[in-house]
């Protein structure tokens, strides 16, 4: 892995910046396993404070505590499902379709520091609309059940932590080897560190597909209103 990097490091040769350190030592590349380990954790364990604690975040802890962490986690982690896999690939199809068809105004970003200015379709907004009306008409019509996210909620938090780690793991690699656009990406030298940070600004598929563009704002925003 270590060579993928350093490969990585050589063909670099446009040194400008967009946010994040462009190295990465044991201290940076610690910090940053330490938050990708930290965040879920921590989100599974408010979960297990709302399903078995009755809320108490404290009650949670001093459980874990007590039985050790490794038998609390194995005695409460959420349990795969098979459905909710299913429903959760569906959402995130139904979601890029409308994200590459629906249509919307063609709109410019900022200049990259590489030089390049990307377009993307203003959509979104009609995206969450025509979502809230298939819910809410499908509830009335009892086509679907409007408690649906939460008594899935258990097997969602599998699906989505999955997908989101897959999905992480596959842009990093894109960037090392098949990068949209080799003048904006930064190899820091850390595996660790670019899995946090990201190696490329805007991983796109083809011209127009602009995968973290489509991720921050779909499948997770526009979910939450439904939730």
Partial sequence: MSDVSATAIVEITNPTTWGRAGTAGWDKAIGAFLIVAAVPTWLHMNWIALEQYEGSITAALKAALAEGPVTFAFRHFPQFSLQALLGYAFWLLLQAVFYGYLPGTLC????????????????????????????????????????LIAKHWEGLLVAVNTYGFVLAILAQWKGYWAPSFSEDRKISGSILFDFWAGVELNPRFGKYWDFKFFHNGRPGIVAWTLM
């Fill in 108 to 147: 410019y970003g900022q200049r990259t520091p590489g030089g390049h200015l990307l377009t993307y379709t203003a959509n979104g907004l009609l995206a969450w609309a025509i979502t809230h009306a298939l819910y809410i008409g499908g509830s009335f019509l009892d086509l679907v059940d409007p408690a």
